[in-house]
Protein backbone atom coordinates (compact mmCIF):
# COMPACT_ATOMS: atom_id res chain seq x y z
CA UNK A 1 0.00 0.00 0.00
CA UNK A 2 3.18 2.88 0.88
CA UNK A 3 4.20 2.49 -2.91
CA UNK A 4 0.72 2.75 -4.11
CA UNK A 5 0.49 6.05 -2.30
CA UNK A 6 3.99 7.47 -3.11
CA UNK A 7 3.40 6.55 -6.76
CA UNK A 8 0.17 8.40 -6.63
CA UNK A 9 2.32 11.51 -5.34
CA UNK A 10 4.70 11.37 -7.47
CA UNK A 11 2.93 10.97 -10.59
CA UNK A 12 0.75 13.85 -9.35
CA UNK A 13 0.69 17.12 -11.48
CA UNK A 14 2.43 19.55 -8.66
CA UNK A 15 0.04 21.45 -6.11
CA UNK A 16 0.32 25.57 -6.72
CA UNK A 17 1.02 28.02 -4.17
CA UNK A 18 2.04 25.17 -1.71
CA UNK A 19 4.60 27.54 -0.19
CA UNK A 20 2.11 30.05 0.43
CA UNK A 21 -0.81 27.72 1.77
CA UNK A 22 1.56 26.39 4.50
CA UNK A 23 3.13 29.54 5.56
CA UNK A 24 -0.84 30.45 5.83
CA UNK A 25 -1.42 27.11 7.85
CA UNK A 26 1.24 26.98 10.43
CA UNK A 27 0.35 30.91 11.14
CA UNK A 28 -3.24 29.49 11.71
CA UNK A 29 -2.13 26.87 13.87
CA UNK A 30 0.88 28.85 15.83
CA UNK A 31 -2.00 31.04 16.25
CA UNK A 32 -4.84 28.72 17.86
CA UNK A 33 -2.24 26.64 19.88
CA UNK A 34 -0.95 29.25 21.89
CA UNK A 35 -4.05 31.13 22.77
CA UNK A 36 -5.95 30.32 25.66
CA UNK A 37 -3.68 27.13 26.67
CA UNK A 38 -4.26 25.96 23.17
CA UNK A 39 -7.72 25.37 21.24
CA UNK A 40 -8.58 22.34 19.74
CA UNK A 41 -8.64 22.59 15.90
CA UNK A 42 -10.38 20.22 13.52
CA UNK A 43 -10.18 19.95 9.73
CA UNK A 44 -13.55 19.50 8.17
CA UNK A 45 -13.17 18.73 4.18
CA UNK A 46 -16.31 19.27 2.21
CA UNK A 47 -17.60 18.60 -1.26
CA UNK A 48 -16.93 16.33 -4.33
CA UNK A 49 -13.15 16.00 -5.37
CA UNK A 50 -12.87 15.93 -9.56
CA UNK A 51 -10.96 13.46 -11.35
CA UNK A 52 -9.15 14.57 -14.83
CA UNK A 53 -9.67 12.60 -17.95
CA UNK A 54 -7.13 14.81 -19.99
CA UNK A 55 -4.19 16.56 -19.21
CA UNK A 56 -5.32 19.90 -21.05
CA UNK A 57 -8.59 19.09 -18.59
CA UNK A 58 -11.82 19.28 -20.77
CA UNK A 59 -13.82 16.33 -19.44
CA UNK A 60 -13.63 14.55 -15.68
CA UNK A 61 -15.32 12.55 -13.16
CA UNK A 62 -16.83 14.65 -9.93
CA UNK A 63 -18.13 13.48 -6.93
CA UNK A 64 -21.81 14.92 -6.21
CA UNK A 65 -21.31 16.76 -2.94
CA UNK A 66 -23.35 20.39 -2.56
CA UNK A 67 -21.08 21.08 0.80
CA UNK A 68 -23.27 21.77 3.57
CA UNK A 69 -22.47 18.89 5.24
CA UNK A 70 -19.03 20.43 6.15
CA UNK A 71 -20.69 24.09 6.09
CA UNK A 72 -23.26 23.36 9.04
CA UNK A 73 -20.83 20.99 10.75
CA UNK A 74 -18.43 23.86 10.50
CA UNK A 75 -20.40 26.43 11.82
CA UNK A 76 -20.99 24.07 14.79
CA UNK A 77 -17.63 23.46 15.76
CA UNK A 78 -16.59 27.27 15.67
CA UNK A 79 -19.53 27.69 17.65
CA UNK A 80 -17.94 24.77 20.57
CA UNK A 81 -14.85 26.76 20.50
CA UNK A 82 -12.95 24.80 17.68
CA UNK A 83 -10.68 26.60 14.66
CA UNK A 84 -11.37 25.06 11.96
CA UNK A 85 -9.43 24.41 8.29
CA UNK A 86 -12.17 24.12 6.01
CA UNK A 87 -10.53 22.02 3.35
CA UNK A 88 -13.54 22.93 0.54
CA UNK A 89 -14.47 22.55 -3.02
CA UNK A 90 -14.04 25.00 -5.05
CA UNK A 91 -18.14 26.80 -5.73
CA UNK A 92 -19.55 24.63 -2.62
CA UNK A 93 -21.55 25.82 0.01
CA UNK A 94 -19.57 28.28 2.21
CA UNK A 95 -19.98 28.05 6.43
CA UNK A 96 -22.44 30.74 7.45
CA UNK A 97 -23.82 31.20 4.02
CA UNK A 98 -26.32 28.52 3.82
CA UNK A 99 -29.51 30.15 3.77
CA UNK A 100 -28.32 32.71 0.86
CA UNK A 101 -31.02 31.82 -2.45
CA UNK A 102 -29.00 30.03 -5.18
CA UNK A 103 -28.83 33.48 -6.94
CA UNK A 104 -28.04 36.14 -4.08
CA UNK A 105 -26.96 39.08 -5.88
CA UNK A 106 -30.61 39.05 -8.04
CA UNK A 107 -32.50 38.40 -5.00
CA UNK A 108 -31.31 40.08 -1.94
CA UNK A 109 -29.70 43.37 -2.72
CA UNK A 110 -31.87 47.12 -4.12
CA UNK A 111 -29.51 49.94 -4.79
CA UNK A 112 -31.56 52.96 -3.70
CA UNK A 113 -29.41 55.47 -4.78
CA UNK A 114 -25.81 55.24 -6.95
CA UNK A 115 -23.92 54.22 -3.74
CA UNK A 116 -26.44 53.36 -1.01
CA UNK A 117 -27.07 49.66 -1.03
CA UNK A 118 -29.94 47.99 0.95
CA UNK A 119 -30.73 44.16 1.82
CA UNK A 120 -34.50 43.18 1.06
CA UNK A 121 -35.60 42.48 4.55
CA UNK A 122 -36.64 39.06 3.74
CA UNK A 123 -33.04 38.38 3.14
CA UNK A 124 -31.40 40.12 5.80
CA UNK A 125 -30.78 37.70 8.47
CA UNK A 126 -29.11 35.25 5.70
CA UNK A 127 -26.76 38.27 4.37
CA UNK A 128 -25.75 39.10 8.31
CA UNK A 129 -24.78 35.93 9.12
CA UNK A 130 -22.99 34.93 5.56
CA UNK A 131 -21.08 38.60 6.08
CA UNK A 132 -20.84 39.29 9.84
CA UNK A 133 -20.83 36.38 10.94
CA UNK A 134 -18.31 34.66 8.46
CA UNK A 135 -15.68 37.73 9.05
CA UNK A 136 -16.05 37.31 12.34
CA UNK A 137 -14.59 33.51 12.22
CA UNK A 138 -12.08 34.50 9.71
CA UNK A 139 -11.00 37.77 11.94
CA UNK A 140 -11.20 35.87 15.20
CA UNK A 141 -8.47 33.33 13.65
CA UNK A 142 -11.65 30.80 14.24
CA UNK A 143 -11.86 29.66 10.39
CA UNK A 144 -9.10 29.02 7.33
CA UNK A 145 -10.85 28.06 4.35
CA UNK A 146 -8.46 26.31 1.67
CA UNK A 147 -10.28 25.64 -1.82
CA UNK A 148 -9.32 22.19 -4.09
CA UNK A 149 -10.72 21.03 -7.39
CA UNK A 150 -8.81 17.70 -8.29
CA UNK A 151 -8.08 14.65 -6.09
CA UNK A 152 -4.67 15.65 -6.41
CA UNK A 153 -5.35 18.96 -5.34
CA UNK A 154 -7.26 17.29 -2.47
CA UNK A 155 -4.60 14.75 -1.23
CA UNK A 156 -1.65 17.12 -1.00
CA UNK A 157 -3.67 19.31 0.91
CA UNK A 158 -5.09 16.83 3.15
CA UNK A 159 -1.24 15.64 3.61
CA UNK A 160 0.18 19.05 4.19
CA UNK A 161 -2.51 19.45 7.06
CA UNK A 162 -1.82 16.30 8.72
CA UNK A 163 1.81 17.19 8.68
CA UNK A 164 1.37 20.47 10.24
CA UNK A 165 -1.33 19.52 12.93
CA UNK A 166 0.97 16.59 14.17
CA UNK A 167 2.13 18.66 17.42
CA UNK A 168 -1.30 19.28 17.97
CA UNK A 169 -1.27 15.44 18.74
CA UNK A 170 -4.88 14.80 20.77
CA UNK A 171 -6.50 18.14 20.41
CA UNK A 172 -6.34 17.70 16.70
CA UNK A 173 -8.90 16.19 14.57
CA UNK A 174 -9.95 15.16 11.38
CA UNK A 175 -13.66 15.12 10.35
CA UNK A 176 -13.99 14.09 6.58
CA UNK A 177 -17.03 15.16 4.96
CA UNK A 178 -15.52 15.56 1.38
CA UNK A 179 -16.79 12.60 -1.19
CA UNK A 180 -13.41 11.58 -2.41
CA UNK A 181 -13.23 10.10 -5.59
CA UNK A 182 -12.61 5.71 -5.30
CA UNK A 183 -11.59 5.75 -8.95
CA UNK A 184 -9.30 7.74 -10.93
CA UNK A 185 -7.11 8.28 -14.27
CA UNK A 186 -3.41 8.06 -13.43
CA UNK A 187 -1.70 11.37 -14.49
CA UNK A 188 1.32 9.90 -16.57
CA UNK A 189 -1.29 7.16 -18.53
CA UNK A 190 -3.60 10.28 -19.34
CA UNK A 191 -3.99 11.75 -22.94
CA UNK A 192 -2.74 14.61 -23.08
CA UNK A 193 -5.61 16.10 -25.27
CA UNK A 194 -9.26 16.37 -25.55
CA UNK A 195 -10.77 12.99 -26.30
CA UNK A 196 -12.32 13.41 -29.33
CA UNK A 197 -15.64 12.75 -30.51
CA UNK A 198 -17.49 11.07 -33.23
CA UNK A 199 -15.67 7.65 -33.32
CA UNK A 200 -18.07 5.38 -31.60
CA UNK A 201 -18.35 4.70 -28.14
CA UNK A 202 -15.71 5.29 -25.39
CA UNK A 203 -13.91 3.14 -23.00
CA UNK A 204 -12.67 4.37 -19.71
CA UNK A 205 -10.59 2.15 -17.44
CA UNK A 206 -10.05 3.91 -14.00
CA UNK A 207 -7.26 2.69 -11.17
CA UNK A 208 -8.51 2.54 -7.66
CA UNK A 209 -7.52 5.60 -5.61
CA UNK A 210 -5.03 4.64 -2.97
CA UNK A 211 -6.84 5.13 0.00
CA UNK A 212 -5.20 7.03 2.28
CA UNK A 213 -7.30 6.84 5.42
CA UNK A 214 -5.23 4.05 6.88
CA UNK A 215 -1.78 6.35 6.38
CA UNK A 216 -3.37 9.46 7.59
CA UNK A 217 -3.67 7.48 10.80
CA UNK A 218 -0.27 5.70 10.65
CA UNK A 219 1.75 8.43 9.62
CA UNK A 220 0.44 11.55 8.87
CA UNK A 221 -1.22 12.35 11.90
CA UNK A 222 -1.12 9.45 14.48
CA UNK A 223 -2.58 11.02 17.41
CA UNK A 224 -5.22 13.03 16.02
CA UNK A 225 -9.49 12.22 16.56
CA UNK A 226 -10.16 11.26 13.72
CA UNK A 227 -14.11 10.87 11.66
CA UNK A 228 -14.61 9.90 8.75
CA UNK A 229 -18.21 9.20 6.87
CA UNK A 230 -19.87 6.99 4.68
CA UNK A 231 -22.50 7.68 2.04
CA UNK A 232 -24.81 4.63 0.09
CA UNK A 233 -27.49 5.03 -1.97
CA UNK A 234 -28.71 1.57 -0.78
CA UNK A 235 -29.85 1.46 2.47
CA UNK A 236 -29.39 -2.36 3.14
CA UNK A 237 -25.52 -1.63 2.54
CA UNK A 238 -25.17 0.93 4.66
CA UNK A 239 -24.46 -0.55 8.33
CA UNK A 240 -22.08 -2.84 6.78
CA UNK A 241 -20.14 -0.84 5.24
CA UNK A 242 -19.41 1.57 7.20
CA UNK A 243 -18.65 -1.02 10.47
CA UNK A 244 -16.90 -2.51 7.30
CA UNK A 245 -14.59 1.13 7.20
CA UNK A 246 -14.00 1.39 11.10
CA UNK A 247 -12.04 -1.70 11.39
CA UNK A 248 -10.08 -1.58 8.27
CA UNK A 249 -9.17 1.96 8.74
CA UNK A 250 -9.33 2.23 12.48
CA UNK A 251 -10.89 5.56 12.82
CA UNK A 252 -12.35 6.33 15.78
CA UNK A 253 -16.27 6.82 14.69
CA UNK A 254 -17.66 6.18 10.93
CA UNK A 255 -20.75 8.81 9.99
CA UNK A 256 -22.45 6.82 8.13
CA UNK A 257 -25.53 8.36 5.83
CA UNK A 258 -27.75 7.57 3.40
CA UNK A 259 -28.46 9.71 0.37
CA UNK A 260 -31.89 10.46 0.26
CA UNK A 261 -32.21 10.85 4.43
CA UNK A 262 -28.84 12.37 4.62
CA UNK A 263 -30.20 15.27 5.79
CA UNK A 264 -32.72 14.19 8.74
CA UNK A 265 -30.73 11.54 10.22
CA UNK A 266 -27.07 9.91 10.44
CA UNK A 267 -25.91 7.13 12.25
CA UNK A 268 -22.12 6.94 13.93
CA UNK A 269 -21.26 3.79 14.01
CA UNK A 270 -18.11 3.15 16.61
CA UNK A 271 -16.57 0.38 19.07
CA UNK A 272 -18.68 1.50 21.60
CA UNK A 273 -21.41 1.15 19.35
CA UNK A 274 -23.90 2.78 16.80
CA UNK A 275 -25.81 5.65 17.54
CA UNK A 276 -28.52 7.46 16.02
CA UNK A 277 -28.57 11.11 15.58
CA UNK A 278 -31.63 13.08 14.21
CA UNK A 279 -32.52 16.29 12.68
CA UNK A 280 -35.07 18.00 15.53
CA UNK A 281 -38.03 17.37 13.45
CA UNK A 282 -40.23 20.44 15.90
CA UNK A 283 -37.68 22.83 15.43
CA UNK A 284 -37.56 23.76 11.44
CA UNK A 285 -34.18 25.91 11.76
CA UNK A 286 -32.56 23.20 13.11
CA UNK A 287 -30.23 20.78 11.77
CA UNK A 288 -29.12 17.24 11.83
CA UNK A 289 -25.53 18.51 11.95
CA UNK A 290 -26.09 20.59 15.50
CA UNK A 291 -26.94 17.21 17.22
CA UNK A 292 -23.87 15.54 15.49
CA UNK A 293 -21.25 17.95 16.18
CA UNK A 294 -22.44 17.91 20.27
CA UNK A 295 -21.72 13.95 20.25
CA UNK A 296 -18.60 14.37 18.02
CA UNK A 297 -16.84 16.98 20.40
CA UNK A 298 -18.42 15.23 23.61
CA UNK A 299 -16.29 12.15 22.19
CA UNK A 300 -13.62 14.08 21.37
CA UNK A 301 -13.33 14.87 24.78
CA UNK A 302 -13.39 11.90 26.17
CA UNK A 303 -10.26 10.88 23.97
CA UNK A 304 -8.52 14.07 25.15
CA UNK A 305 -8.82 12.54 28.42
CA UNK A 306 -8.24 8.90 27.95
CA UNK A 307 -4.81 10.14 25.86
CA UNK A 308 -3.48 12.37 28.84
CA UNK A 309 -3.71 9.55 31.21
CA UNK B 1 -29.72 9.60 -36.74
CA UNK B 2 -34.01 10.49 -35.82
CA UNK B 3 -34.62 7.60 -33.90
CA UNK B 4 -31.14 7.39 -31.98
CA UNK B 5 -32.66 10.57 -30.54
CA UNK B 6 -36.16 9.82 -30.17
CA UNK B 7 -34.66 6.98 -28.09
CA UNK B 8 -32.59 8.95 -26.29
CA UNK B 9 -35.20 11.72 -25.05
CA UNK B 10 -37.96 8.70 -24.67
CA UNK B 11 -34.96 6.37 -21.84
CA UNK B 12 -33.91 10.34 -20.59
CA UNK B 13 -35.51 10.77 -17.08
CA UNK B 14 -38.47 13.47 -16.92
CA UNK B 15 -37.38 17.28 -16.74
CA UNK B 16 -39.27 18.30 -13.55
CA UNK B 17 -41.16 21.52 -13.65
CA UNK B 18 -41.74 20.85 -17.67
CA UNK B 19 -44.93 23.25 -17.40
CA UNK B 20 -43.61 25.90 -15.15
CA UNK B 21 -40.33 26.69 -17.41
CA UNK B 22 -42.70 26.76 -20.85
CA UNK B 23 -44.86 29.36 -19.14
CA UNK B 24 -42.20 31.30 -18.53
CA UNK B 25 -40.74 31.22 -21.95
CA UNK B 26 -44.09 31.60 -23.56
CA UNK B 27 -44.42 34.77 -21.71
CA UNK B 28 -40.93 36.08 -22.16
CA UNK B 29 -41.35 35.23 -25.79
CA UNK B 30 -44.77 36.99 -26.49
CA UNK B 31 -43.63 40.18 -24.35
CA UNK B 32 -40.55 40.38 -27.06
CA UNK B 33 -42.57 39.82 -30.18
CA UNK B 34 -45.00 42.24 -29.96
CA UNK B 35 -42.58 45.02 -28.14
CA UNK B 36 -41.21 47.62 -30.44
CA UNK B 37 -42.49 45.77 -34.03
CA UNK B 38 -40.79 42.44 -32.11
CA UNK B 39 -37.19 42.14 -30.97
CA UNK B 40 -34.49 39.88 -32.00
CA UNK B 41 -34.44 37.02 -29.01
CA UNK B 42 -30.89 34.76 -28.70
CA UNK B 43 -31.21 31.60 -26.55
CA UNK B 44 -27.47 31.73 -25.22
CA UNK B 45 -25.88 27.89 -24.00
CA UNK B 46 -23.70 28.51 -21.01
CA UNK B 47 -21.18 26.15 -19.00
CA UNK B 48 -20.67 22.30 -19.07
CA UNK B 49 -23.44 19.21 -18.96
CA UNK B 50 -23.07 16.76 -16.72
CA UNK B 51 -23.51 12.70 -17.45
CA UNK B 52 -24.46 10.47 -14.56
CA UNK B 53 -22.75 7.11 -14.11
CA UNK B 54 -25.61 5.80 -11.51
CA UNK B 55 -29.34 6.77 -11.12
CA UNK B 56 -29.30 7.65 -7.46
CA UNK B 57 -26.29 9.86 -9.36
CA UNK B 58 -23.41 10.02 -6.79
CA UNK B 59 -20.62 10.11 -9.48
CA UNK B 60 -20.98 11.72 -12.89
CA UNK B 61 -19.40 12.85 -15.41
CA UNK B 62 -18.80 16.95 -16.14
CA UNK B 63 -16.96 19.26 -19.43
CA UNK B 64 -14.83 21.63 -17.80
CA UNK B 65 -16.86 25.31 -18.57
CA UNK B 66 -16.62 28.52 -16.34
CA UNK B 67 -19.45 30.12 -17.84
CA UNK B 68 -17.70 33.02 -18.85
CA UNK B 69 -18.09 32.99 -22.42
CA UNK B 70 -22.07 32.70 -22.35
CA UNK B 71 -22.25 34.91 -19.46
CA UNK B 72 -20.06 38.02 -21.34
CA UNK B 73 -22.02 37.57 -24.60
CA UNK B 74 -25.47 37.49 -22.71
CA UNK B 75 -24.21 40.96 -21.32
CA UNK B 76 -23.25 42.37 -24.97
CA UNK B 77 -26.44 41.00 -26.50
CA UNK B 78 -28.47 42.83 -23.80
CA UNK B 79 -26.17 45.76 -24.83
CA UNK B 80 -27.46 44.93 -28.75
CA UNK B 81 -30.93 45.16 -28.11
CA UNK B 82 -31.42 41.80 -28.01
CA UNK B 83 -33.41 39.97 -25.39
CA UNK B 84 -31.94 36.56 -23.91
CA UNK B 85 -33.07 33.37 -22.99
CA UNK B 86 -29.90 32.28 -20.69
CA UNK B 87 -29.47 28.26 -20.89
CA UNK B 88 -26.71 27.87 -17.76
CA UNK B 89 -25.12 25.04 -16.00
CA UNK B 90 -26.30 26.01 -12.19
CA UNK B 91 -23.49 27.20 -10.19
CA UNK B 92 -21.44 28.76 -13.24
CA UNK B 93 -21.18 32.38 -13.65
CA UNK B 94 -23.59 34.86 -14.45
CA UNK B 95 -24.11 37.80 -16.43
CA UNK B 96 -23.01 41.20 -14.71
CA UNK B 97 -21.15 39.24 -11.97
CA UNK B 98 -18.25 38.44 -13.46
CA UNK B 99 -16.28 40.91 -11.81
CA UNK B 100 -17.06 39.53 -7.99
CA UNK B 101 -14.53 38.14 -6.21
CA UNK B 102 -15.01 34.35 -5.53
CA UNK B 103 -15.84 34.59 -2.07
CA UNK B 104 -18.30 37.59 -2.54
CA UNK B 105 -19.68 37.73 1.00
CA UNK B 106 -16.54 37.64 3.00
CA UNK B 107 -14.99 40.43 0.81
CA UNK B 108 -17.59 42.59 -0.79
CA UNK B 109 -19.87 43.80 2.24
CA UNK B 110 -19.32 45.18 5.67
CA UNK B 111 -22.57 45.97 8.38
CA UNK B 112 -21.69 49.35 9.94
CA UNK B 113 -24.62 48.73 12.41
CA UNK B 114 -27.17 45.78 12.65
CA UNK B 115 -28.89 46.82 9.42
CA UNK B 116 -27.07 48.76 7.52
CA UNK B 117 -24.53 46.91 5.04
CA UNK B 118 -22.20 48.73 3.06
CA UNK B 119 -19.90 47.63 -0.23
CA UNK B 120 -16.33 48.32 -0.15
CA UNK B 121 -15.27 50.77 -2.27
CA UNK B 122 -12.85 48.46 -4.29
CA UNK B 123 -15.55 46.03 -5.22
CA UNK B 124 -18.28 48.82 -5.67
CA UNK B 125 -18.49 48.66 -9.26
CA UNK B 126 -18.30 44.91 -9.32
CA UNK B 127 -21.61 44.75 -6.69
CA UNK B 128 -23.32 47.40 -8.46
CA UNK B 129 -23.02 46.07 -11.86
CA UNK B 130 -24.14 42.49 -10.15
CA UNK B 131 -26.89 44.02 -9.04
CA UNK B 132 -28.99 46.98 -10.81
CA UNK B 133 -27.50 45.69 -14.38
CA UNK B 134 -28.74 42.33 -13.96
CA UNK B 135 -32.14 43.60 -11.97
CA UNK B 136 -32.67 46.16 -15.09
CA UNK B 137 -31.86 43.57 -17.54
CA UNK B 138 -34.68 40.82 -15.99
CA UNK B 139 -37.04 43.21 -14.90
CA UNK B 140 -37.09 44.98 -18.43
CA UNK B 141 -37.57 41.59 -19.85
CA UNK B 142 -34.38 41.39 -21.57
CA UNK B 143 -33.10 38.15 -19.51
CA UNK B 144 -34.41 35.41 -18.76
CA UNK B 145 -32.74 32.73 -16.72
CA UNK B 146 -32.75 29.26 -16.95
CA UNK B 147 -30.27 26.93 -15.21
CA UNK B 148 -29.40 23.24 -15.76
CA UNK B 149 -26.94 20.26 -14.63
CA UNK B 150 -27.49 16.85 -16.80
CA UNK B 151 -27.04 16.07 -20.31
CA UNK B 152 -30.83 15.13 -19.93
CA UNK B 153 -32.15 18.47 -18.77
CA UNK B 154 -30.18 20.67 -20.98
CA UNK B 155 -31.13 18.63 -24.36
CA UNK B 156 -34.80 18.26 -23.17
CA UNK B 157 -34.84 22.39 -22.07
CA UNK B 158 -32.91 23.53 -25.76
CA UNK B 159 -35.59 21.09 -27.47
CA UNK B 160 -38.88 23.65 -26.05
CA UNK B 161 -36.97 26.71 -26.38
CA UNK B 162 -36.51 26.10 -29.85
CA UNK B 163 -39.82 24.87 -30.60
CA UNK B 164 -40.90 27.77 -28.27
CA UNK B 165 -38.78 30.52 -30.76
CA UNK B 166 -40.09 28.59 -34.19
CA UNK B 167 -42.50 31.22 -34.88
CA UNK B 168 -39.59 34.30 -33.93
CA UNK B 169 -38.46 32.70 -37.41
CA UNK B 170 -35.40 34.44 -38.58
CA UNK B 171 -34.88 36.90 -35.68
CA UNK B 172 -34.19 33.87 -33.15
CA UNK B 173 -30.59 32.76 -33.07
CA UNK B 174 -28.81 29.98 -30.82
CA UNK B 175 -25.55 30.78 -29.41
CA UNK B 176 -24.23 27.22 -28.38
CA UNK B 177 -21.61 28.01 -25.80
CA UNK B 178 -22.33 26.15 -23.44
CA UNK B 179 -19.76 22.97 -23.58
CA UNK B 180 -22.12 19.66 -23.94
CA UNK B 181 -21.07 16.39 -23.09
CA UNK B 182 -20.13 13.56 -26.26
CA UNK B 183 -20.50 10.66 -24.31
CA UNK B 184 -22.92 9.38 -22.03
CA UNK B 185 -24.47 5.92 -20.17
CA UNK B 186 -27.82 5.58 -21.89
CA UNK B 187 -29.87 5.74 -18.43
CA UNK B 188 -31.85 2.13 -18.91
CA UNK B 189 -28.28 0.97 -18.78
CA UNK B 190 -27.09 2.62 -15.82
CA UNK B 191 -26.94 0.70 -12.26
CA UNK B 192 -29.10 1.90 -9.81
CA UNK B 193 -27.28 2.10 -7.10
CA UNK B 194 -23.74 3.81 -6.19
CA UNK B 195 -20.81 2.15 -7.68
CA UNK B 196 -19.02 -0.19 -5.81
CA UNK B 197 -15.69 0.79 -5.05
CA UNK B 198 -12.50 -1.38 -3.33
CA UNK B 199 -13.02 -4.48 -6.08
CA UNK B 200 -10.20 -3.38 -8.78
CA UNK B 201 -10.34 -1.18 -11.41
CA UNK B 202 -13.05 -0.18 -13.15
CA UNK B 203 -14.51 0.05 -16.27
CA UNK B 204 -16.60 2.61 -17.90
CA UNK B 205 -18.17 2.03 -21.68
CA UNK B 206 -20.01 5.68 -23.17
CA UNK B 207 -22.09 5.83 -25.52
CA UNK B 208 -22.23 8.61 -27.79
CA UNK B 209 -24.79 11.38 -27.42
CA UNK B 210 -26.43 11.93 -30.57
CA UNK B 211 -25.37 15.27 -32.36
CA UNK B 212 -29.05 17.30 -31.95
CA UNK B 213 -27.08 19.86 -33.73
CA UNK B 214 -28.35 18.80 -37.06
CA UNK B 215 -31.97 18.32 -35.78
CA UNK B 216 -32.01 21.66 -33.94
CA UNK B 217 -31.72 23.37 -37.85
CA UNK B 218 -33.16 20.65 -39.82
CA UNK B 219 -36.44 20.52 -37.35
CA UNK B 220 -36.72 22.36 -34.00
CA UNK B 221 -36.00 25.71 -35.28
CA UNK B 222 -34.84 25.61 -39.00
CA UNK B 223 -35.12 29.48 -39.58
CA UNK B 224 -33.28 30.24 -36.61
CA UNK B 225 -30.02 31.89 -37.19
CA UNK B 226 -27.39 29.25 -35.22
CA UNK B 227 -23.84 29.94 -34.22
CA UNK B 228 -21.77 26.51 -32.57
CA UNK B 229 -18.65 26.70 -30.62
CA UNK B 230 -15.78 24.25 -31.46
CA UNK B 231 -13.34 24.00 -27.98
CA UNK B 232 -10.27 22.25 -28.92
CA UNK B 233 -6.74 21.88 -26.60
CA UNK B 234 -4.87 21.44 -29.76
CA UNK B 235 -4.76 24.10 -31.87
CA UNK B 236 -3.28 22.05 -34.96
CA UNK B 237 -6.89 20.12 -35.53
CA UNK B 238 -8.87 23.16 -34.28
CA UNK B 239 -9.32 24.65 -38.12
CA UNK B 240 -10.24 21.54 -39.67
CA UNK B 241 -12.94 20.49 -36.78
CA UNK B 242 -14.71 23.73 -36.99
CA UNK B 243 -14.76 23.76 -40.88
CA UNK B 244 -15.72 20.17 -40.92
CA UNK B 245 -18.53 20.90 -38.07
CA UNK B 246 -19.48 24.30 -40.22
CA UNK B 247 -20.16 21.80 -43.06
CA UNK B 248 -21.74 18.67 -41.57
CA UNK B 249 -24.66 21.03 -39.21
CA UNK B 250 -25.22 24.02 -41.79
CA UNK B 251 -24.76 26.16 -38.71
CA UNK B 252 -24.22 29.68 -40.38
CA UNK B 253 -20.97 30.08 -38.26
CA UNK B 254 -19.06 27.89 -35.55
CA UNK B 255 -16.75 29.94 -33.03
CA UNK B 256 -13.33 28.22 -33.15
CA UNK B 257 -11.38 28.25 -29.58
CA UNK B 258 -8.48 26.99 -28.19
CA UNK B 259 -8.39 26.36 -24.82
CA UNK B 260 -5.14 27.95 -23.51
CA UNK B 261 -5.57 31.48 -25.92
CA UNK B 262 -9.69 31.62 -25.63
CA UNK B 263 -9.65 34.53 -23.27
CA UNK B 264 -7.43 36.50 -26.18
CA UNK B 265 -8.92 35.23 -29.56
CA UNK B 266 -11.30 33.22 -31.16
CA UNK B 267 -12.16 32.48 -35.24
CA UNK B 268 -15.39 32.68 -36.52
CA UNK B 269 -15.40 30.18 -39.57
CA UNK B 270 -18.20 30.53 -42.22
CA UNK B 271 -18.78 30.05 -45.70
CA UNK B 272 -17.55 33.57 -46.77
CA UNK B 273 -14.11 32.94 -44.60
CA UNK B 274 -12.41 33.09 -41.52
CA UNK B 275 -12.44 36.30 -39.30
CA UNK B 276 -9.88 36.01 -36.40
CA UNK B 277 -11.38 38.20 -33.63
CA UNK B 278 -9.23 39.09 -30.56
CA UNK B 279 -9.83 41.19 -27.52
CA UNK B 280 -8.34 44.59 -27.46
CA UNK B 281 -5.32 44.70 -25.72
CA UNK B 282 -4.80 47.98 -25.10
CA UNK B 283 -7.66 48.64 -22.81
CA UNK B 284 -7.49 46.21 -19.85
CA UNK B 285 -11.40 46.05 -19.33
CA UNK B 286 -12.32 44.88 -22.59
CA UNK B 287 -13.11 40.91 -23.37
CA UNK B 288 -13.14 39.44 -26.83
CA UNK B 289 -16.52 38.80 -26.34
CA UNK B 290 -17.14 42.78 -27.34
CA UNK B 291 -15.47 42.23 -30.86
CA UNK B 292 -17.29 38.66 -31.28
CA UNK B 293 -21.43 39.94 -30.49
CA UNK B 294 -20.68 42.95 -32.64
CA UNK B 295 -19.62 40.43 -35.31
CA UNK B 296 -22.28 37.89 -34.98
CA UNK B 297 -25.07 40.74 -34.35
CA UNK B 298 -23.77 42.50 -38.05
CA UNK B 299 -23.82 38.87 -39.78
CA UNK B 300 -27.08 38.22 -37.93
CA UNK B 301 -28.90 41.21 -39.56
CA UNK B 302 -27.85 40.27 -42.73
CA UNK B 303 -29.38 37.41 -42.20
CA UNK B 304 -32.48 38.31 -41.08
CA UNK B 305 -32.65 41.01 -44.61
CA UNK B 306 -31.99 37.76 -46.75
CA UNK B 307 -34.55 35.82 -45.47
CA UNK B 308 -36.99 38.75 -46.02
CA UNK B 309 -35.79 39.29 -49.73
Redesign the interface.
Known sequence: MEDEISSFFESSPPQKNMEEILENLNEFIKLNSSSQGGRRIVCVTSGGT?VP??Q?????????SSGNRGAASTENFVKAGYAVIFLYR??TC?P??RS?P?????EC???SD??N???HTSH?EA??M???D??TA?AEGSLL?L?FSTIYEYLQMLRLIAEALKDVGPCSMFYLAA?V???YVPWKSMT???IE??S?????????VPKMLSVLRSNWAPKAFCISFK????SKILMEKATKALRKYKVHAVVANE??TRKEEVVVVSSSGNVVVRRECDKPESFVEDNLIRLIVDRHSTYIKESHN
Open positions: TLERCVRYIDNFRGQYCLDDPFLFEFKTIQVLVKAVMQQVKPASDFEHKSGGPLDIRLAQLETDLS
